[in-house]
């Protein structure tokens, strides 16, 4: 089922992927229905597409592809962990692209967890793969996962000595958390998805009060963290060789603490056709890269 219409400028369709392993995925297509297709991945993982990206590119000129991953966003299933994997979310990706029977090739745009799911998809599908945007760049190697709840602590030992009796390791972990009293789950929630969402911030508040769409992003996000993102140690960098020429816009904050620019700087010296800007900006996802993004997308395509 599925609805089109026009706002603007703007060509809208709605619509929900053909049931999978329980899984209905929701995407949107906006902008030109002729135009060059951006197929735009979101961050987490566990939380949902966004139409900021989507206003960061030409809507005149591009038609643009956002769709919330298994168990999130307004995304439907039978089972949230059941079949909800880093090869699950790009093998839909790939569903997406074939039922709107797009066969030129795409522009990927990712940030955060969907930068590395579209460094991921290009790995898998580098045929298909025009150009490539990643912003605040994720590897997914041990120490990006370890630098979060770990070794963060050389800047926030007291936060992190107050997180560690709530840290979750392994996938027993979560599943005895989720069978606790709401007291101790919404603590656990509340610590970790604070101090995921502030960190690089000078103060940070972990006792911060949460919303609903918190615990289902917290579900996702731990059954991804515990199972090392179902991806190999490395695979990013390992299999650079498939995508290392294709065009890629890396953009980056200088003081992101949730995903150091270490990482993006990494990613640039692999591609020697790659473009890396470092935003004098701290933050993940600041409001000072916001703001420049369009412009560096729009100079980039």
């Not at 053909?18 to 995407?27: A, R, T």
């Not at 709107?100 to 599908?125: D, H, R």
């Not at 770990?150 to 069978?179: A, G, H, Q, R, V």
């Amino acid at each position: 089922m599925f609805h089109i219409f026009s706002c603007n400028s703007k060509t809208i369709l709605k619509c929900y992927l053909p049931e999978l392993d329980g899984h209905k995925i929701y995407f949107q297509v906006f902008g030109n229905p002729n135009g060059k297709p951006i197929l735009n991945f979101h961050g987490g993982p566990g939380a949902k597409s966004k139409f900021k990206y989507v206003k960061c590119c030409d809507l005149k000129k591009y038609k643009v592809i956002i769709f919330d991953q298994r168990g999130c966003g307004n995304s439907e299933f039978k089972d949230l962990f059941y079949k909800n994997t880093t090869q699950d979310t790009i093998n839909d990706a790939k569903r997406i692209l074939d039922y709107l029977n797009i066969k030129e090739k795409v522009i990927l745009f990712g940030g955060s967890w969907g930068a590395t799911l579209a460094l991921l998809f290009a790995e898998k599908y580098h045929e298909l793969v025009d150009k490539m945007i990643v912003s605040q760049t994720f590897l997914a190697r041990k120490k990006d996962v370890d630098w979060l709840y770990k070794d963060s602590k050389m800047f926030y030992p007291d936060i992190i000595e107050k997180l560690s009796p709530y840290l979750i390791n392994t996938n027993k972990d979560l599943k005895i958390l989720l069978k606790q009293s709401n007291t101790k789950i919404n603590k656990t929630v509340k610590y970790l998805t604070n101090y995921d969402h502030q960190i690089g911030k000078l103060k940070i508040n972990i006792d911060k009060e949460i919303n609903d769409r918190t615990y289902n992003y917290f579900k996702v996000y731990m059954h991804y963290y515990i199972q090392n993102y179902f991806i190999k140690e490395n695979e990013i960098l390992d299999n650079i060789d498939k995508i290392k020429n294709i065009p890629t816009l890396i953009v980056g904050n200088r003081l992101d603490f949730c995903t150091p620019i270490e990482q993006a700087y990494t990613l640039h010296k692999a591609m020697p056709k790659s473009t890396l800007h470092i935003i004098d900006s701290f933050g993940h996802g600041s409001k000072k890269q916001n703001k420049l993004l369009p412009k560096l997308i729009k100079e980039f395509l």
